[in-house]
Protein backbone atom coordinates (compact mmCIF):
# COMPACT_ATOMS: atom_id res chain seq x y z
CA UNK A 1 0.00 0.00 0.00
CA UNK A 2 1.40 3.48 -1.07
CA UNK A 3 2.72 5.51 1.61
CA UNK A 4 1.01 8.95 2.47
CA UNK A 5 3.47 11.83 1.98
CA UNK A 6 2.88 15.71 3.04
CA UNK A 7 2.93 18.04 2.13
CA UNK A 8 2.26 17.78 -1.58
CA UNK A 9 4.68 20.89 -1.67
CA UNK A 10 6.26 23.66 -0.01
CA UNK A 11 8.27 26.74 -0.76
CA UNK A 12 10.68 28.11 1.36
CA UNK A 13 13.16 30.55 1.06
CA UNK A 14 16.82 30.26 1.24
CA UNK A 15 18.50 29.42 4.81
CA UNK A 16 14.45 28.15 6.33
CA UNK A 17 13.35 24.80 7.70
CA UNK A 18 10.83 21.91 6.11
CA UNK A 19 9.57 18.79 7.47
CA UNK A 20 8.15 16.52 5.18
CA UNK A 21 6.33 13.41 6.49
CA UNK A 22 5.82 9.82 5.57
CA UNK A 23 3.31 7.62 6.99
CA UNK A 24 2.16 4.12 6.18
CA UNK A 25 -1.20 2.30 7.29
CA UNK A 26 0.83 -1.40 7.76
CA UNK A 27 3.60 -2.40 9.74
CA UNK A 28 7.09 -1.15 8.79
CA UNK A 29 10.56 -2.40 8.45
CA UNK A 30 12.26 0.25 6.94
CA UNK A 31 11.85 4.12 5.48
CA UNK A 32 14.08 5.08 2.53
CA UNK A 33 14.07 8.66 1.47
CA UNK A 34 15.33 9.79 -2.12
CA UNK A 35 15.37 13.60 -3.46
CA UNK A 36 14.15 14.12 -7.19
CA UNK A 37 15.05 16.71 -9.41
CA UNK A 38 13.58 17.48 -12.46
CA UNK A 39 14.62 15.09 -15.33
CA UNK A 40 16.94 13.26 -13.54
CA UNK A 41 17.06 9.86 -11.74
CA UNK A 42 16.26 9.42 -7.89
CA UNK A 43 19.31 9.98 -5.28
CA UNK A 44 19.14 8.10 -2.15
CA UNK A 45 19.75 10.17 0.77
CA UNK A 46 19.20 7.62 3.64
CA UNK A 47 17.34 4.58 5.44
CA UNK A 48 15.90 4.32 8.59
CA UNK A 49 15.10 0.41 9.92
CA UNK A 50 12.43 -0.19 12.91
CA UNK A 51 13.24 0.65 16.38
CA UNK A 52 12.96 4.45 15.83
CA UNK A 53 16.25 5.67 15.02
CA UNK A 54 17.39 9.15 14.23
CA UNK A 55 19.87 9.35 10.93
CA UNK A 56 21.20 12.37 9.54
CA UNK A 57 24.06 14.34 7.94
CA UNK A 58 24.84 17.91 7.26
CA UNK A 59 21.51 19.84 7.64
CA UNK A 60 19.43 16.51 6.15
CA UNK A 61 18.11 14.52 8.69
CA UNK A 62 15.22 12.25 9.61
CA UNK A 63 13.65 9.93 12.35
CA UNK A 64 11.22 6.84 12.59
CA UNK A 65 8.57 6.39 14.54
CA UNK A 66 7.86 2.51 14.94
CA UNK A 67 4.50 2.65 17.00
CA UNK A 68 2.95 5.42 14.58
CA UNK A 69 4.68 4.20 11.28
CA UNK A 70 5.51 7.28 10.50
CA UNK A 71 8.59 8.83 9.10
CA UNK A 72 9.92 12.29 9.03
CA UNK A 73 12.39 13.82 6.81
CA UNK A 74 14.33 17.40 8.25
CA UNK A 75 15.73 20.06 6.40
CA UNK A 76 17.41 22.66 8.38
CA UNK A 77 18.82 25.67 6.89
CA UNK A 78 17.45 24.98 3.84
CA UNK A 79 19.94 25.24 0.71
CA UNK A 80 19.19 26.23 -3.35
CA UNK A 81 20.20 22.51 -4.19
CA UNK A 82 17.90 21.12 -1.75
CA UNK A 83 15.01 21.91 -4.55
CA UNK A 84 13.55 18.85 -5.97
CA UNK A 85 11.13 16.11 -5.11
CA UNK A 86 11.35 14.16 -2.42
CA UNK A 87 10.18 10.43 -2.30
CA UNK A 88 9.95 8.13 0.67
CA UNK A 89 9.94 4.60 -0.03
CA UNK A 90 8.47 2.06 2.70
CA UNK A 91 9.67 -1.63 3.15
CA UNK A 92 7.39 -4.40 4.60
CA UNK A 93 9.25 -7.00 5.25
CA UNK A 94 7.83 -10.33 4.89
CA UNK A 95 7.71 -13.14 1.93
CA UNK A 96 10.88 -14.14 -0.28
CA UNK A 97 10.64 -10.36 -1.88
CA UNK A 98 12.35 -7.34 -0.81
CA UNK A 99 10.44 -3.97 -2.14
CA UNK A 100 9.76 -0.29 -1.63
CA UNK A 101 6.61 1.49 -2.08
CA UNK A 102 7.24 5.16 -2.85
CA UNK A 103 4.89 7.99 -1.83
CA UNK A 104 3.81 10.69 -4.09
CA UNK A 105 6.24 12.73 -3.82
CA UNK A 106 6.66 16.33 -2.10
CA UNK A 107 8.15 19.27 -4.25
CA UNK A 108 10.09 21.54 -2.47
CA UNK A 109 11.24 24.65 -3.84
CA UNK A 110 13.93 26.81 -2.27
CA UNK A 111 13.88 29.98 -3.48
CA UNK A 112 16.82 32.80 -2.96
CA UNK B 1 28.27 6.00 -3.35
CA UNK B 2 27.52 3.16 -5.94
CA UNK B 3 27.48 3.87 -9.37
CA UNK B 4 24.00 2.47 -11.45
CA UNK B 5 24.19 3.52 -15.58
CA UNK B 6 21.40 2.74 -17.99
CA UNK B 7 21.85 2.97 -21.58
CA UNK B 8 20.09 4.33 -23.86
CA UNK B 9 18.86 8.07 -21.74
CA UNK B 10 16.83 8.63 -24.79
CA UNK B 11 14.95 6.39 -27.08
CA UNK B 12 12.53 7.20 -29.80
CA UNK B 13 10.60 4.01 -32.02
CA UNK B 14 7.85 3.49 -34.27
CA UNK B 15 4.99 1.95 -32.49
CA UNK B 16 5.15 -2.00 -32.79
CA UNK B 17 8.65 -2.58 -32.78
CA UNK B 18 10.72 -3.18 -29.25
CA UNK B 19 12.92 -1.41 -27.32
CA UNK B 20 16.07 -3.13 -25.05
CA UNK B 21 16.96 -1.31 -22.11
CA UNK B 22 20.31 -1.95 -20.44
CA UNK B 23 20.46 -1.44 -16.36
CA UNK B 24 24.30 -1.78 -15.08
CA UNK B 25 26.06 -1.52 -11.81
CA UNK B 26 29.65 -0.29 -12.33
CA UNK B 27 31.51 -1.03 -9.06
CA UNK B 28 29.30 -3.31 -7.42
CA UNK B 29 27.64 -6.34 -7.62
CA UNK B 30 23.52 -6.19 -7.93
CA UNK B 31 21.89 -9.52 -6.06
CA UNK B 32 18.74 -7.64 -6.86
CA UNK B 33 17.50 -4.96 -9.61
CA UNK B 34 14.49 -3.19 -10.14
CA UNK B 35 12.90 -1.91 -12.81
CA UNK B 36 10.35 1.42 -12.12
CA UNK B 37 8.20 3.72 -14.54
CA UNK B 38 7.69 7.01 -13.89
CA UNK B 39 4.94 9.39 -15.59
CA UNK B 40 5.47 12.95 -15.23
CA UNK B 41 4.68 14.33 -11.87
CA UNK B 42 4.30 10.75 -10.41
CA UNK B 43 6.04 8.62 -8.05
CA UNK B 44 7.59 5.84 -9.12
CA UNK B 45 5.42 2.83 -9.50
CA UNK B 46 7.86 -0.33 -9.33
CA UNK B 47 7.42 -2.88 -12.40
CA UNK B 48 9.55 -5.79 -11.63
CA UNK B 49 12.02 -7.56 -8.97
CA UNK B 50 14.86 -9.64 -10.61
CA UNK B 51 17.48 -11.43 -9.44
CA UNK B 52 20.57 -12.69 -11.00
CA UNK B 53 19.72 -16.19 -12.87
CA UNK B 54 16.32 -16.20 -11.62
CA UNK B 55 12.71 -15.26 -13.20
CA UNK B 56 11.70 -11.56 -12.55
CA UNK B 57 8.70 -10.95 -10.14
CA UNK B 58 5.94 -8.78 -11.75
CA UNK B 59 4.04 -6.77 -10.06
CA UNK B 60 0.23 -6.95 -10.40
CA UNK B 61 -1.20 -5.17 -13.94
CA UNK B 62 2.49 -5.65 -15.58
CA UNK B 63 2.24 -7.34 -18.44
CA UNK B 64 5.54 -9.93 -18.17
CA UNK B 65 4.87 -11.18 -22.25
CA UNK B 66 5.37 -7.36 -22.81
CA UNK B 67 7.92 -6.13 -20.45
CA UNK B 68 10.63 -9.10 -20.73
CA UNK B 69 13.23 -8.87 -18.00
CA UNK B 70 16.68 -10.45 -18.20
CA UNK B 71 18.86 -10.44 -15.11
CA UNK B 72 21.94 -12.17 -17.07
CA UNK B 73 24.71 -11.48 -14.85
CA UNK B 74 25.44 -9.63 -10.92
CA UNK B 75 25.84 -6.49 -13.05
CA UNK B 76 23.47 -6.30 -15.92
CA UNK B 77 19.79 -6.73 -16.05
CA UNK B 78 17.90 -5.60 -19.21
CA UNK B 79 13.93 -4.51 -19.95
CA UNK B 80 12.66 -4.94 -23.29
CA UNK B 81 9.68 -3.59 -23.80
CA UNK B 82 7.94 -5.54 -27.04
CA UNK B 83 5.41 -4.44 -29.57
CA UNK B 84 5.73 -0.49 -28.05
CA UNK B 85 2.67 1.12 -28.58
CA UNK B 86 2.34 5.01 -27.71
CA UNK B 87 1.05 4.31 -23.97
CA UNK B 88 4.38 2.73 -23.49
CA UNK B 89 6.29 5.95 -23.41
CA UNK B 90 7.11 6.83 -19.83
CA UNK B 91 10.23 7.28 -18.31
CA UNK B 92 11.58 4.04 -17.27
CA UNK B 93 14.16 3.84 -14.36
CA UNK B 94 16.09 1.04 -13.15
CA UNK B 95 17.41 0.42 -9.55
CA UNK B 96 20.27 -1.53 -7.51
CA UNK B 97 20.94 -3.15 -4.73
CA UNK B 98 23.85 -5.07 -3.66
CA UNK B 99 22.01 -6.59 -0.73
CA UNK B 100 22.37 -6.93 3.02
CA UNK B 101 20.37 -5.72 6.10
CA UNK B 102 19.71 -2.44 4.70
CA UNK B 103 18.67 -2.55 1.16
CA UNK B 104 19.90 0.71 0.38
CA UNK B 105 18.46 0.97 -3.73
CA UNK B 106 20.84 2.72 -5.74
CA UNK B 107 19.22 3.98 -9.30
CA UNK B 108 20.49 4.55 -12.52
CA UNK B 109 19.73 7.84 -14.60
CA UNK B 110 16.57 6.59 -16.59
CA UNK B 111 15.39 6.26 -20.01
CA UNK B 112 12.98 8.24 -21.45
CA UNK B 113 10.91 5.85 -23.84
CA UNK B 114 8.88 7.89 -26.96
CA UNK B 115 6.68 5.88 -29.06
CA UNK B 116 5.47 7.28 -32.09
Known amino acids: QQPVQSPQAVILREGEDAVINCSSS?????VHWYRQKHGEAPVFLMI?????EQKGHEKISASFNEKKQQSSLYLTASQLSYSGTYFC?????????????FGKGTLLTVNP | GAVVSQHPSRVICKSGTSVKIECRSL??????MFWYRQFPKQSLMLMAT?????????EQGVEKDKFLINHASLTLSTLTVTSAHPEDSSFYICSATSGGLSYEQYFGPGTRLTVT
Open chain 1, 48 to 52: LLKGG
Open chain 2, 50 to 58: SNEGSKATY
Open chain 2, 27 to 32: DFQATT
Open chain 1, 26 to 30: KALYS
Open chain 1, 89 to 101: GTEIRGGSNYKLT
